[in-house]
Each structure stands twice: as structure tokens, then as C-alpha cells.
């Protein structure tokens, strides 16, 4: 008899919920675009009226998946006239900043860690578990590390006495290695499809604390995440 397999597949709101004070939980994607604007001025705030038009509720599409879309389309038409004053690599470098910045409350229960525990309680751990989540922060590493559990990302096949954790949209922390050990520096890219792919792209999993520190105000190639948009193309190492 083959042992049983599961998998748990964690979305956003997951992360909502993880803890009772929404003012510190990653947001729901219909707040999102107000939050970026609030925290990023010179790029998410800079967007022209038409721009920011496309993220307030018009039809049965996600707000915020509707403008992004129209961002990332809309760049290939506006390049034509000459280099626009925002770029979406700046967009989506501002987007990793943003979900990076979230930890986990101290002293304060949250679900990330119950959830842990319970598989730990349940024999689960390192066994025939895996878990997806399609959010970018990174709370389900940081309560795995509390734990003191080890994990392995996007494994296959998954490694036996690790955690099995996939990621299929990407996560604020990876980051293609040059940026990561910062060989890589002061790059745009404009209107292309991808900002670095192919089977030799190496990503790697930095801390989210030191995401912030190692981008320091640069232009640089965002970290391996999916648009937040329809179709959720990866312009960052697709092949993760």
C-alpha cells in the first residue's frame, strides 16, 4: 500500500488572515494599489490619471489585475515615443520591496505557525507533504524557520525529512544571483518580454530583511515574480 501524499495550496487569503491586525497583513489584491502608492510616491504614485484608471473597479476583472495587465501591455506602445518616465521594472522591483517588508507579529498568535505545528504534530513533516503558496511575501518561510524546519523550494522530486514548499507565481526574495551578490547593478530594461531567462538563470533565496538593502535605491532586474495579471507571465526566470 502506497503511503498517502498531500498537498495544501495557500493563497492570499491566507495572509489576510494570518493574524488578527489586518493594518499589519499583506492586503488583499483590491487594497493593493493604494497601499503601493501610499508607500512608493516616485514610482506606484507617479502613475498619469488614464494609468491609474485602469486599477479602480470598472468590470468583472480584478482591479489591480486589469491596470497591471495595462501596464505591462501598455509599455511596449508608449517605448515607440521614447523611454516612459516609470518603468514597470520599477513597478515590479517597488512590488517585491513591498511584500518583503512583511514578518511575522512577535508574541502575537498567527496561523503560519499553527499551521506548522499541526503538521508537525501530524507526523507530516518530511513525509509525503507538499505546499504551494501563490502569494510573494514570504511568511511561511519565516514561521518554518522559526520552527527550525528545514525546507526545500519548488523540490522535484522532493527531498525526504525536508519541507516540500512550492512556489508557482515566485516570492519577493528570489532573486537571479547577480543581483543577489551584487554583480549585477544599475540596469533598465524597457518593453521586453523577459528581463532575464533561459535554462542558466540561478535564483537564490535571500532573506527578505536584506531584499531592501541589496536593490538600495538601484535599477536592477526585479525578483522571479509572476504579474499580477491575467495569464501571470514571469518576466524574471520563467523557467522556476
Not at 495572509?15 to 497601499?35: E, I, K, N, R
Not at 522591483?93 to 502575537?108: I, K, S
Not at 527550525?148 to 516540500?164: A, E, I, Q, Y
Not at 538563470?201 to 527578505?208: E, K, N, T
Amino acid at each position: 500500500m502506497h503511503p498517502r501524499r498531500f498537498a495544501v495550496l495557500l493563497g492570499a487569503g491566507a495572509s489576510y488572515g494570518a493574524w488578527d491586525d489586518p493594518s499589519s497583513t499583506p492586503p488583499l489584491g483590491d487594497c493593493l494599489f493604494g497601499h503601493l502608492v501610499a508607500h512608493f510616491p516616485n514610482t506606484w504614485g507617479s502613475l498619469d490619471d488614464e494609468q491609474r484608471s485602469f486599477f479602480v473597479g470598472q468590470d468583472s476583472r480584478p482591479a489591480f489585475e486589469r491596470g497591471m495587465l495595462s501596464l505591462w501591455e501598455g509599455e511596449f506602445s508608449r517605448a515607440r515615443s521614447g523611454p516612459p518616465p516609470i518603468t514597470v521594472q520599477a513597478l515590479l522591483t517597488d512590488l517585491g520591496l513591498y511584500f518583503a517588508a512583511f514578518q511575522l507579529p512577535v508574541g502575537v498568535p498567527n496561523c503560519y505557525s499553527a499551521l506548522i505545528d499541526l503538521f508537525a504534530r501530524s507526523g507530516l513533516v518530511g513525509q509525503q507533504l507538499g505546499v504551494a503558496t501563490l502569494n510573494y511575501e514570504c511568511l511561511i518561510e519565516l514561521a518554518l524557520s522559526a520552527r527550525g524546519v528545514p525546507f526545500d523550494l519548488n523540490p522535484n522530486p522532493p527531498r525526504k525529512g525536508s519541507f516540500s514548499l512550492w512556489r508557482p507565481h515566485g516570492a519577493c526574495n528570489l532573486l537571479v544571483d547577480g543581483v543577489a551578490n551584487g554583480n549585477m547593478r544599475n540596469m533598465t530594461i524597457v518593453a521586453c518580454n523577459y528581463y532575464v531567462a533561459g535554462s542558466g538563470v540561478r535564483l537564490v533565496a535571500v532573506p527578505p530583511a536584506q531584499v531592501a538593502s541589496i536593490y538600495n535605491g538601484q535599477s536592477n532586474i526585479p525578483p522571479a515574480m509572476s504579474l499580477y495579471a491575467p495569464g501571470k507571465h514571469s518576466p524574471t526566470a520563467p523557467d522556476f
